[in-house]
């Protein structure tokens, strides 16, 4: 049940008990009476109805018209079976009825006629915003360390319509490397990533923001023995500068790492297996 059309069932018992002392003279306990009997009988037929689904979908005009009539059942009853003595109410009481009922023609009235309540606001629609970049892949090389940096992209997340950033831009890529040598073992420390600008000088990040370091945790134990290769995805910090026209120049990748001889050795040890049982 909405709030409307319980309104409505209120509305309905008032307007009735409002009706009742000047439509049917005599035979009442007075407006205090003839609304309690109204609200009475306007809820407690409505919400029948409802229970048994005589009205379930209907408008709240159907809704109304039910909550009136039930509320006129009440008050008929009263008049007819125990009507009061009084020769008739007091002048207050009329004047009290007179304008109760207006102050529920004016809310019904304003109810019906006036301003149409403003939806909601929408929630903001969130996108984001890819910046390819050329080439997308590239070489790299850093002593016996090789390798080739993979699907790069640059992406932020934006306002629909306004172009207000919700999230800063972000690269993000594959970076696979390859030791290359055939008798060194690398183990890696660390790398980062500078953007350099035409003039050879690095892009500065915006404040706060995290410098775009990389580390090799998934590589297990950082180590890649002559030959091995393992691939790593990167998902760094990009500076809001770089994304102006013609402002980067290129990425370059710092790799840093600690060669040491290779070694595989063999160790045999005495066994015996005992007779079964």
Known sequence: MSFAMFVAW??????AGVLAGLVMKRGGYGLKKDIIFGLFGSIGLSWIFRAIGVFTGS???????????????PIVVQRKFWPTESAGEEKADKWWR????????????????????????????????????????VKVQAGIVTGEVTAMKVAERVEKGSDRIVSPAKLTATLTLKNTS????????????????????????????????????????????????ATQSLDVEFPAEALKAKRLKEIRLELAYIPSPFREEKVNFAVSIGAGK
């Open 59 to 73: 408008g709240i005009v159907v809704a109304a018209i039910i909550a009136f009539i039930g509320a006129v059942i």
């Open 182 to 229: 055939a008798n060194q073992t690398v183990r890696l420390i660390e790398g980062k990533l500078l953007y350099i600008d035409a003039q050879g000088q690095p892009i500065k990040l915006e404040d706060a923001r995290t410098e775009p370091t990389l580390k090799f945790a998934t590589y297990g134990s950082e180590r890649l023995d002559p030959g091995q290769e």
């Open 98 to 137: 007179w304008g109760l009922g207006a102050t529920v023609v004016a809310v019904v009235a304003w109810m019906t006629l006036g301003p149409v309540p403003q939806p909601a606001a929408t929630a903001a629609v969130i996108e984001d915003k890819t910046y390819a970049v050329t080439p997308a892949s």
């Open 10 to 15: 209120v509305l309905a018992g008032v307007v």
